[in-house]
Structure formats: structure tokens, C-alpha cells
């Protein structure tokens, strides 16, 4: 299995970026998937997930509003829209498939599969 992100980069303040996630051996709509991200000193957050038996969606406050997960079933891909990005939002993302999703919060589970990442920095 591998997953592989793509779409990060340098974006000014108040601007938009799409991650995108592709996957090998792995069907996203067979599972709940998630975005995490991690800044420098910081710890991981989850950013949000998303459950395609139910359609169920979880946004971290921190983003809630202005991210959106969704999935292209055709594609076998993830999509995460980011827009009126800020500084805080500066962080290596990542894509995650099979965590346990809720309405509530997002958890790595021991089988989950991680991409790579992918560096997303928002100049001020």
C-alpha cells in the first residue's frame, strides 16, 4: 500500500491550496480517511476525516470553515481544499487511510497507512 500527496507549497496569507492523495492497493471509499499535519514543535493534529459508508465528517476547530475533505470515487483520490490560509496553518500534511472517524475526532489507529506528506507554508 502507498499513499502520496500532492498540491503543498508556498501560498501568501489569505490564499487557497488543494492536497490531493493518491493511493496504491488501497480503496479510500472502503474506508475513513483522514488529513493530519504537523508543524515544527508542535504535536500532530488531526484536521479532519471522513467516513464514506455514512458520510460522516469531523473538522478540527483550528480549520473548521475554511478546509474540506471529500473523496473522488472514480479517481481512487483524497482531496483536502484549504482556503483563507493563515500562517498557523504552515505544516507538513499529511493523508491518512483506515483511522477511526467520528463526528467528534479523528484517531491513527495501529493498521492506518500514511503517505509521505507534504509541505504546505503560508508567508504572512
Known amino acids: 500500500v502507498q499513499l502520496v500527496e500532492s498540491g503543498g507549497g508556498l501560498v501568501q496569507a489569505g490564499g487557497s491550496l488543494r492536497l490531493s492523495c493518491d493511493a496504491s492497493?488501497?480503496?479510500?471509499?472502503?474506508?475513513?480517511t483522514a488529513w493530519f499535519r504537523q508543524a515544527p514543535g508542535k504535536e500532530r493534529e488531526g484536521v479532519s476525516c471522513?467516513?464514506?459508508?455514512?458520510?460522516?465528517?469531523y473538522y478540527a476547530d483550528s480549520v473548521k470553515g475554511r478546509f474540506t475533505e471529500s473523496h473522488d470515487k472514480a479517481r481512487n483520490r483524497i482531496y483536502l481544499q484549504m482556503s483563507s490560509l493563515g500562517p498557523e496553518d504552515t505544516a507538513v500534511y499529511y493523508c491518512?487511510?483506515?483511522?477511526?472517524?467520528?463526528?467528534?475526532?479523528?484517531?491513527?489507529?495501529?493498521?492506518?497507512?500514511w503517505g509521505r506528506g507534504t509541505q504546505v507554508t503560508v508567508s504572512s
Open positions: 491518512v487511510g483506515g483511522v477511526f472517524c467520528t463526528e467528534s475526532g479523528v484517531e491513527s489507529v495501529w493498521n492506518d497507512y
Open positions: 492497493e488501497f480503496i479510500f471509499d472502503d474506508h475513513a
Open positions: 471522513l467516513r464514506p459508508s455514512d458520510g460522516t465528517l
